[in-house]
Each structure stands twice: as C-alpha cells, then as structure tokens.
C-alpha cells in the first residue's frame, strides 16, 4: 500500500523553525517526485516546492526561508522552514507520485497524499 504521511507540524513562535517529515511507505523516493502544499481552511491550497525522483528542488515560495531535501536511506522527504511567520500557519501537505517526470507545482499531477499535519505561528 503506497502511503505517504507528514509529521512534525506543530506550535512554533515567531521567528522559529520547523522540520516537516514525509515519509513514504510502498513506494521508494528515488522514482517518485515529492510535492509539498499548505491549506489554509477556507483557501485555495498554495504549493511550496518539490523535489524531483532524480533529487533536483523547486522551492516556488519563500525560497529564502523554505528548503526542500530528502533522505534515501529514511525513504524520508523534508520541508525545512525558518523564519516563521504568522502567515505560515496553516495545514501542511506533501504528495507523491512516479509519473511527474522531474518537479511540478501542480498538484492535480500528484496521486497520493497525505492527510497534512497542522503548523501554528503565534506568540
């Protein structure tokens, strides 16, 4: 069964930093393209980046302070954040999928995903 599932969300402070996990079951990352996308509830979904199955990122917003990697050996994708911001909050994603030929932002392209984990900003 392919799963993917994101864990290290949580409440951070402003200014903080966060490490987010996706790791992924019946499937290996190096044939499949990770995206990551953050939900507001009551908004459209917002993509942040990916990484391709060859290991090439994308970081489409807030590259400054967002980076993108992953582990082979953990068959782990990350989403590393820094300087976190009140308007980081919101419900955080990623998806996979093997068809993707390196990175996208679309995320109709991605098949399976995760059932997000919650990321709070506040003082």
């Known amino acids: 069964q392919v799963q993917v599932v994101e864990s290290g969300g949580g409440w951070v402070q402003p200014g903080g930093s966060l490490k987010l996990s996706c790791a992924a079951s019946?499937?290996?990352?190096?044939?499949?393209?990770i995206g990551w996308f953050r939900q507001v509830p009551g908004k459209e979904r917002e993509v942040i980046g990916c990484i391709s199955a060859s290991g090439g990122t994308t970081t489409y917003i807030h590259s400054e302070r967002f980076t993108i990697s992953r582990d082979l050996a953990k068959n782990t994708a990350y989403l590393q954040m820094n300087s976190l911001v009140s308007g980081d909050t919101a419900i955080y994603y990623c998806?996979?999928?093997?068809?993707?030929?390196?990175?996208?932002?679309?995320?109709?392209?991605?098949?399976?995903w995760g059932r997000g984990t919650q990321v709070t900003v506040s003082s």
């Open positions: 019946g499937l290996f990352l190096k044939w499949y393209a």
């Open positions: 998806a996979a999928d093997r068809r993707i030929p390196s990175c996208s932002g679309d995320a109709d392209e991605y098949e399976y």
